[in-house]
């Protein structure tokens, strides 16, 4: 299966690509929860919101790849899994993608992809219910994401 979601930042590329491309640790400091010694797994929360009031989280393991700068835009490869019981949730791949919209927006990215766990029975879940709960984490994360980037970016812009 396959989501993407994307959000915009009110800042310049070259302003913002140092930020996703550094240390995980920088934006993800409200979500991430440990690191390995590499600095490079990092346990973090992910959900999404019930109501104004209550989340649906799960802890999950987080591992970045070497980011990749193409012409055009700048991926930082991803994947998650969770942590403990991990049959039913599905591990995901992806790219963390930030590009130019122009001279004062960027567009941040995330596309992933995933197999339903619990083999047929999974898959069938997953197009009744399931994949609805996976659009609905990776939005969460990103828009999580992009709220802490633009805050480095503004505090930077302070300095």
Do not use: C, N
């Amino acid at each position: 299966m396959f989501v993407r979601y994307f959000v915009e930042l009110e800042a310049a590329f070259d302003e913002a690509e140092p930020f996703l491309l550094r240390s995980p640790r920088d934006w993800l400091a409200g979500l991430a929860q440990d690191a390995d010694e590499r600095g490079q797994r990092l346990l973090i929360e992910v959900g999404f919101p019930v109501d104004g009031r209550r989340r649906i989280d799960k802890r999950v393991e987080v591992d970045f790849g070497e980011p990749i700068r193409l012409p055009s835009k700048s991926l930082l490869p991803m994947s998650w899994k969770a942590t403990g019981s991990q049959g039913l949730f599905p591990a995901l791949e992806g790219d963390l993608e930030i590009a130019p919209l122009g001279a004062r927006r960027t567009q941040l990215a995330l596309s992933v992809r995933y197999r339903p766990p619990l083999g047929a029975i999974g898959r069938v879940v997953d197009k009744t219910m399931l994949h609805r709960v996976a659009e609905a984490t990776v939005k969460d994360f990103l828009d999580r994401t992009g709220q802490a980037l633009a805050a480095l970016i503004a505090a930077a812009s302070r300095s």
